[in-house]
């Protein structure tokens, strides 16, 4: 288990709904669902058309879960778990987080905290903020603040990571969010979202669990460059 | 007239024929069909009288009519290949949402 504590969180979130998109995850899943229900009501587990047995795992684990017949990527699997949890009734508060256990609860807690204060539409968590110590591997870091500032909007909104997984988001942008890079390209569409909705954004520092799994799951840095380029081109595309 | 002339005027108007034939979406197609007639019996004219070509690419300050005809050839296939991305896109955005509508039909809530 990772270090995760549960002492200082007693507060009941019955509006808030964790939106986990997974692929083949069979492996961490369970975990990081149960961790979740620990704290939260309501989980859904979007699985990505998954070859393992994640959709069960996650079931089993207290998840509802919906899943793509096919594998779509994780941004079409945020699109479908919104889309899912902004019509369970009462709905409020919208988490998406990721599923190979690289975020902290605690994180996602303080964020809705951060969101509860009203002022704000959406919290986006950064890797690079302020004091947070940084756990991230340096190539890796030094891209994603690249990325971070050739993205036009992530400058214009002073975002210092643009493809920071754990976002915490009211109905207002849950309601209007449309994805349309199914791909990792999303994190950036969001950003490019949140500037041509006027919704008010903040930064709240967060820890990333660098583990080894997480590691072999996460993007290649490589694919920094269909990013740049989808971002490009998404204007050209009518929607 | 040369065999190379009489193969490529056979291809010109196989192909014309091809696309004739085909009857999807006959409507909203035909604008392409006539560009297509057009450039068919351009093509048949520059293969005819392959110097008329050198005449015009004169006249846009290019040396041959063969080079003039690379640069419009590679025009057009970045053209082609950009649609061709745009139009997958869009497709695969259409069969997200198709694929998605299956997934929320299929919802599974926990018994706990």
């Not at chain 1, 002492?7 to 069979?26: C, K, L, Q, S």
């Not at chain 1, 699985?47 to 994640?54: A, M, W």
């Not at chain 1, 109905?171 to 569409?189: C, F, I, P, Q």
Request: glycine residues 6%; charged residues 20%.
């Amino acid at each position: 288990m990772r270090d995760v504590y549960l002492v200082d969180i007693d507060t009941p979130y019955p509006d808030a709904w964790i939106i986990v998109p997974a692929f083949n995850e069979a492996q961490v899943i369970g975990d990081v669902i149960a961790d979740l229900r620990g704290v939260f009501d309501h989980v859904v587990c979007v699985d990505d058309g998954s070859r393992d047995d994640t959709a069960d795992i996650a079931l089993r684990a207290g998840a509802h879960v919906v899943r793509h017949p096919v594998n779509l990527g994780q941004g079409a699997a945020i699109q479908t778990g919104v889309e899912y949890a902004r019509s369970q009734p009462g709905a409020q508060v919208f988490v998406t987080f990721d599923a190979d256990g690289q975020h902290r609860l605690k994180d996602v807690v303080v964020m809705i905290d951060r969101l509860a204060k009203g002022d704000v539409d959406i919290v986006i968590g950064t890797r690079f903020a302020g004091s947070t110590v940084s756990h991230t591997p340096p190539l890796k870091r030094l891209i994603l603040r690249t990325a971070a500032m050739l993205s036009p909007s992530s400058h214009r909104l002073h975002l210092t990571d643009a493809h920071n997984g754990l976002r915490v988001f009211n109905k207002t942008v849950a309601d209007n969010l449309a994805l349309t890079m199914n791909g990792m390209s999303h994190a950036t569409e969001f950003i490019t979202l949140i500037v041509e909705n006027h919704w008010r954004v903040a930064e709240e520092p967060v820890e990333i669990l660098y583990t080894e799994y997480s590691m072999s799951k996460g993007q290649p840095l490589l694919n920094g460059v269909n990013i740049v380029f989808d971002g490009f081109l998404r204007g050209r595309m009518r929607r | 007239m040369n065999w190379i002339q009489v193969l490529l005027i056979a291809a010109v108007i196989a192909l014309l024929v091809y696309l004739l034939r085909s009857r999807t979406n006959a409507k909203a197609k035909a604008w392409v069909k006539v560009g297509y007639v057009l450039f068919v019996v351009l093509a048949i004219y520059a293969i005819l009288r392959p110097d008329d070509t050198t005449v015009l690419a004169n006249w846009l300050g290019v040396r041959r009519g063969a080079d003039l005809i690379t640069y419009a050839l590679i025009i057009a296939f970045v053209f082609t290949t950009l649609s061709t991305y745009l139009r997958f896109k869009e497709l695969e955005l259409k069969y997200a949402r198709l694929a998605r509508a299956v997934a929320l039909e299929g919802a599974r809530t926990p018994d706990h």
